[in-house]
């Protein structure tokens, strides 16, 4: 045991009370000639707010001291609440005079005091500053003869920037900017900075892009080392010994379906009939692994990065795109190495055998959604003839697809019907149109394929109580599934119990209301109402599909997880994971999984916040045209309404001026006072656009 370790032992132990440094040395039997070292330990475990060293010059752990570690989550409003590093310690709130100087995502400890009445959650000091997360801050720069500052575009940083006059670095007023915090707020001081980055104009959109981009901290660039390594593993000859290895299906017509627009295309599929009663199912994806070799420069990008990020007019790939669209890519008619699992599937859509391996094949065609959705729903003549030497294939993809979600509705696998927006642009970037993501036939086919491969291949690997990376979803809280129910009661929609519930229960529900106008509502609430799904080294059920065993297998290109998955399965085929390396797996896959969790967490964020700035941009010259809509949220502060396609403004309380109108929070409607009148979800209302707001990305209407 190291001395560090050594030190914690001891003062978790029941006994333990604050000691100082020379009882610590005598407890701890430390020879006087290693007191600096001892120090420097000390000082290590304190900056990691492990230790506290406290006015009386004695250390202690935060947890025997009455303290408690965690992030701050800030409100514009000044306050704050504690999320806890101990997730059985209930979130904490910090009213704006004991936050202490501390800023939104800091790490901190806070002393915890009573609750008020006024408060449900308890309260608490902030009392030291652990870790600061805003060293730098994007947002609008507002300029005056001597002095400037900066509102930060993050809302929860409640301080606008004070820039003293040397340091504007010749941004304009209304520039969006980058501010280096040079000293941070004290009781009533704001923090102050400097300008080190002028980003653009707040009237251009690409500046509000780029702005979330650096807020982020997106890796956008890849290294010139990381570019070099992929030119140079892009540019190697595939030995004929690795093709010897391998099982060849080139003879088969393996084929792959995505977007029209995709470019890194990693699964292909292919299916036959084996007799009366089974069909085989092929799932063929790029094996990357083999030109990303763990610990190298790529690989230690790629999980820095641990996904793609897809924005409406570009993708930021995990992978160079020397790999993400070319080597790795399974681009038609040409050889790839790939990893296979091919299964054997009965008509209940149980998967009675499997097998998988490593292999190459030849993608014979680049087939679209678009294409076989319209062969296969539409019949189409001219695509038919393109296509008939896949025709039957297709036709049995759609047979064992119909088959597979069967199966998995059964066992009460839950579909969210939300519609998706697709946000077209033209060649500068510029967002012309916002339509609805048609989700055809084809893209079921996939989802299905996909489904069951990464299930069959979770399961493998559970059994085989390897080191491995699983996609789990846990239960809901019971007190959040007793909320829903008790919200869809008021809407008459009842669960048959709201502890323990089991998907089916929800998926029934949402068949319930399907067409029907509470159907955006309910799908929203039981949304916010269910846990997100995650990445965990530990084997656990998907609640969301049901599932007992799952992983992402399928994407390596755009995925780390997947990519780690590829790793463990090879090591595993070809006998190569010794004992001492499955110990180090373990570690491994901990750091994967919560790495890929955080970075999906953020990716999901931007794509989010950008989509937001797209569709402001769209909408900013539709100001006086006027639309029908469905009201799509309810507040306090007025209504949401979604337009036929997909895009979602605010008709706020104070521009309903022909009542008072009074939110009812159990009912999620407001209704007019003197005339009676309800807007609730689902109702369809008529509306003008008043106001866009590209910098907000806020989009007003008023009802007509």
Not at 284 to 295: C, G, L, N, P, R
Not at 372 to 384: F, G, H, T
Not at 602 to 610: F, H, K, P, V, W
Request: net charge negative; charged share 35%.
């Amino acid at each position: 045991m190291n001395l560090k370790d050594k030190i914690l032992a001891f003062m978790k132990e029941e006994s333990y009370k604050p000691l100082t440094f020379n009882e610590l040395l005598q407890e701890l039997n430390i020879e006087s000639s290693m007191k600096k070292e001892l120090l420097i330990v000390l000082n290590e475990l304190e900056d990691e707010g492990k230790i506290i060293f406290t006015r009386a010059q004695r250390y202690g752990i935060p947890e025997k001291m009455n303290l408690v570690i965690g992030i701050l989550e800030g409100n514009q409003k000044g306050y704050a609440f504690l999320r806890p590093e101990n997730k059985d310690i209930k979130d904490i709130f910090i009213s704006p005079v004991d936050m202490n100087g501390a800023m939104h995502g800091d790490r901190v400890i806070v002393r915890p005091m009573k609750a008020s009445e006024e408060v449900k959650s308890p309260e608490g000091k902030v009392i030291r500053i652990l870790e600061r997360a805003n060293q730098f801050v994007i947002g609008t720069f507002q300029k005056s003869r001597h002095f400037g500052f900066v509102v930060p575009d993050d809302k929860r940083i409640a301080f606008d920037i004070f820039i003293p006059r040397e340091e504007f670095n010749n941004a304009k007023s209304d520039n969006k900017v980058s501010v280096k915090i040079t000293e941070w707020p004290e009781k009533r001081k704001n923090p102050e900075g400097k300008i080190v980055e002028i980003i653009g104009d707040i009237e251009d959109t690409k500046t509000h892009i780029e702005a979330v981009l650096l807020a982020k901290k997106v890796r956008q660039i890849f290294p010139e080392d990381v570019i070099k390594e992929a030119k140079r593993v892009s540019e190697e000859e595939i030995h004929e010994q690795e093709l010897k290895r391998r099982r060849d299906l080139r003879h088969l017509q393996i084929i792959t379906i995505d977007g029209s627009d995709a470019k890194d295309l990693d699964d292909a599929v292919y299916v036959e009939k084996i007799n009366d009663d089974e069909f085989k199912l092929g799932v063929h994806i790029a094996d990357v692994t083999h030109y990303v070799k763990e610990d190298r420069k790529l690989d230690k990008e790629a999980l820095k990065r641990a996904t793609s990020i897809y924005l409406s007019d570009r993708v930021i790939p995990m992978l160079p795109r020397e790999l993400s669209n070319g080597v790795c890519s399974l681009n038609p008619n040409e050889d790839k190495l790939t990893l296979s699992v091919e299964m054997v599937i009965n008509k209940e859509g149980k998967v009675t055998d499997y097998e998988i391996f490593e292999s190459i094949i030849r993608n014979h065609y680049r087939m679209t959604y678009t294409d076989v959705s319209d062969i296969l729903e539409k019949n189409d003549e001219e695509l038919s003839k393109k296509y008939e030497a896949i025709l039957p294939m297709l036709r049995l993809m759609e047979e064992l697809s119909l088959i597979l979600r069967h199966k998995r509705e059964e066992r009460g696998s839950i579909d969210f019907e939300f519609p998706e927006t697709k946000i077209i642009t033209d060649e500068k970037g510029k967002a012309i149109d916002v339509t609805k993501y048609e989700r055809r036939v084809s893209n079921k086919i996939i989802e299905e394929f996909m489904l069951a491969c990464n299930e069959t291949v979770a399961e493998h690997f559970h059994w085989l109580n390897m080191p491995f990376v699983y996609r789990i979803h846990e239960d809901p809280e019971d007190e959040k599934m007793y909320e829903f129910s008790k919200f869809i009661h008021n809407l008459g929609y009842n669960l048959k119990g709201s502890q323990e519930i089991h998907p089916r229960e929800l998926q029934q529900l949402l068949s319930k209301i399907k067409g029907t106008k509470e159907e955006s509502l309910i799908n929203t609430m039981m949304l916010r109402s269910l846990k997100k799904a995650i990445y965990s080294p530990q084997s656990s059920p998907h609640f969301g599909l049901a599932a007992t065993y799952y992983c992402h297998f399928t994407s390596p290109i755009r995925r780390y997880p997947d990519l780690q998955i590829h790793r463990i399965i090879k090591g595993q085929i070809n006998g190569k994971l010794k004992e001492e390396d499955i110990s180090k797996l373990f570690e491994r896959t901990a750091a994967v999984a919560e790495q890929s969790s955080k970075m999906e967490r953020l990716a999901d964020e931007i794509e989010r916040d950008t989509n937001k700035i797209k569709i402001a941009e769209f909408m900013s010259d539709k100001i006086g045209d006027e639309y029908e809509g469905v009201i799509s949220g309810v507040t306090s502060f007025g209504l949401f309404v979604e337009l036929e396609n997909t895009v979602e403004g605010l008709v706020h309380i104070s521009n309903m001026v022909d009542d008072y109108y009074i939110y009812d929070n159990d009912k999620k409607e407001l209704f007019g006072q003197g005339s009676r009148k309800t807007y609730k979800i689902g109702d369809t209302v008529n509306i003008r656009v008043v106001n866009v707001s590209i910098a907000k990305a806020e989009i007003d209407f008023v009802l007509i």
